[in-house]
């Protein structure tokens, strides 16, 4: 059986660089299933990374739970010092596998707690022990969240609903919860975006966003959940690609000493694992080069290098820093001995006075193996998500809104608008948001920024015949890379024309509460709305119950 971990001075300095290196994948098992070739490499090309090169890490994404059971697996057997296996499920590991248990947004858990704290602070713990139990269980061992960010900026396009609350009191408690229900099992975890990403509204996937806060605002809102989390015992910090010129007026909070070394490591008594945020993000790619930011972020105190677009290159040039004297030896070691905690935490199991790798003890997938069935999505847990967006969601029916009125009696349409239809998660054509507006006569019309544009004209409706009493359901939350946290123009329009009209018989939004904020003003007050977090097969068909509670027959 092989050792744990070798002795840091038995590796050359091009294995320790390597293992400051998490690369993204696929979760998928076969090359031709790979969705972002860009990012994700092959096979072959993967397990040369592994074996060869002997990266730290890998992120994956796509898959369903099953796969990554098996996708893992197959990783840690290619490597022979132990992989930290990551994914982004802020949301439950069903946000990003399917099968497992998918959670709305963060931002849901801050909803609930205006009404009820402790309620709250309980749904955190779950959020954080579920999240953990099901990750472990198809053999991630580092789950990237929570988000620390406090989002007191309703235009952020990058942090928005995946926040736990829009103040630092309630953002240090929730998180403080979820924390404790993650430790319960080994995995790692990690608090982003340092030193707060919440009140920007530039998407750094895109572009470098500014926050032009004076320290004293700093050390009021963006940094107190961050003290919060470290005294809970997060693992990991990840820095924020964001320019802060009060701290550091040159160089991004990625790249910046003065903020990862002097304010993180050394400020808040830090010693736990610092990693970037994606180094193939635009905010640092489009402006430093994929090798050099590997440099600067070293320099400026990160630990683990987050997806740099070529690896191999980043590689190569650190270690060149290092022979050069730009960099010094013991700054990599020091790196890959916090690196080494970690692994040991969550790649070791101890029985007997032995060591061994976790992967090596658990029974080969198969019929004696303890089925995922029993591990992921259980009733309970089930329950609890039910529980969640009932909670956190908001219902508006009046007594006589226009679901009940009997001149509601004609073909009924269900236009459901999106931002990218093949990219939303959870429709599809047997969703509840499809198929049971379907069942009640409403026929279905999907509408996204690919859809060709329609005239809207209220006063040419008169004469076209196409009055259409109908039920609007908007899929709308902040998405990376899209750079908008709001409201698409073709939503806007279509609001609109159907209020001019008279055609608008409930809204159904599902997402951003700021979004909300805008409509009701405007809403009529017989149109009946829901509004839910989620915007999962379970979060629909919760949100559109009250379509059966109305009697849709006017003989009923």
Not at 181 to 205: E, I, M, N, R, W
Not at 475 to 497: C, E, K, M, V
């Amino acid at each position: 059986m092989r050792s744990l971990l070798p002795h840091i001075e038995a590796l050359s300095l091009q294995q320790q660089v390597a293992q400051m290196v998490v690369v993204r994948a696929s979760g998928y098992l076969f090359d031709h299933q790979i969705q972002y070739p860009v990012w994700e490499p092959t096979a072959a090309k993967l397990q040369r990374w592994i074996q060869d090169l002997g990266v730290g890490g890998v992120i994956l994404l796509g898959g369903s739970a099953g796969e990554l059971a098996l996708r893992t697996h197959q990783l840690q057997s290619w490597a022979k010092i132990p992989l930290l296996i990551a994914a982004d499920v802020e949301e439950g590991v069903g946000q990003r596998f399917a099968g497992a248990t998918w959670f709305p947004p963060p931002m849901a858990l801050a909803a609930v707690a205006q009404t009820s704290p402790d309620r709250a602070e309980h749904y955190a713990e779950q959020l954080g022990r579920t999240t953990a139990q099901e990750a472990r269980a198809i053999g991630l061992n580092w789950v990237l969240a929570p988000i620390v960010d406090v989002n007191n900026n309703p235009d952020n396009p990058v942090i928005n609903v995946r926040a736990f609350g829009e103040t630092s009191a309630l953002a240090s408690q929730l998180i403080t919860a979820f924390l404790h229900g993650a430790q319960q099992y080994p995995v790692l975890t990690a608090a982003k975006h340092f030193p707060g990403h919440g009140d920007t509204a530039v998407d750094s996937h895109l572009e470098l966003p500014v926050l032009p806060h004076s320290l004293e605002r700093l050390a009021q809102v963006e940094i107190p959940p961050f003290k919060a989390a470290i005294a809970a015992g997060v693992d990991a910090v990840m820095s924020a690609h964001l320019q802060i010129p009060a701290l550091d007026p040159t160089a991004p909070a990625t790249l910046s000493s003065r903020i990862l070394t002097q304010e993180l490591r050394q400020g808040l008594d830090f010693d736990g694992l610092i990693v970037t945020d994606a180094l193939v993000m635009g905010a640092i790619a489009n402006r430093y080069g994929a090798n050099e930011a590997a440099v600067l972020a070293v320099e400026a105190g990160a630990d683990i290098l987050l997806m740099p677009l070529d690896p191999e290159g980043a590689i190569q040039t650190v270690c060149e820093a290092v022979e050069s004297g730009r960099l010094a030896a013991d700054r990599i070691q020091s790196s890959v001995e916090r690196i080494w905690r970690a692994k040991y935490k969550v790649c070791a199991v101890v029985e007997d006075g032995s060591t061994s790798h976790d992967w090596e003890t658990r029974p080969a997938i198969g019929v004696e193996a303890p089925t995922l069935t029993a591990q992921l999505a259980q009733p309970q847990t089930h329950v609890l998500v039910d529980n969640l967006l009932r909670d956190s969601m908001q219902i508006h029916c009046p007594e006589n809104s226009r679901l009940t009125q009997a001149r509601w009696s004609q073909q009924r349409r269900n236009l459901v608008i999106v931002d990218d239809v093949l990219a939303c998660e959870g429709l599809g054509r047997q969703c509840p948001a499809i198929a049971l507006p379907q069942t009640l006569g409403y026929q279905v019309q999907l509408v996204d920024r690919h859809t060709p544009a329609i005239a809207l004209d209220p006063n040419a409706l008169e004469f076209n015949g196409n009055w259409q009493p109908t039920l609007l359901q908007l899929f709308i939350r902040g998405n990376p890379f899209r750079g908008s946290a709001g409201l698409t123009q073709t939503a806007i329009d279509w609001f609109h024309y159907l209020v001019e009209t008279d055609q608008l018989l409930a809204l159904v939004l599902y997402g951003s509460p700021y979004v909300l904020d805008q409509f009701l003003p405007k809403l009529p007050a017989d149109v009946p709305y829901m509004f839910t977090y989620g915007q999962m097969p379970q979060a629909q068909a919760i949100a559109l119950e009250f379509l059966n509670r109305s009697p849709h027959d006017p003989n009923h």
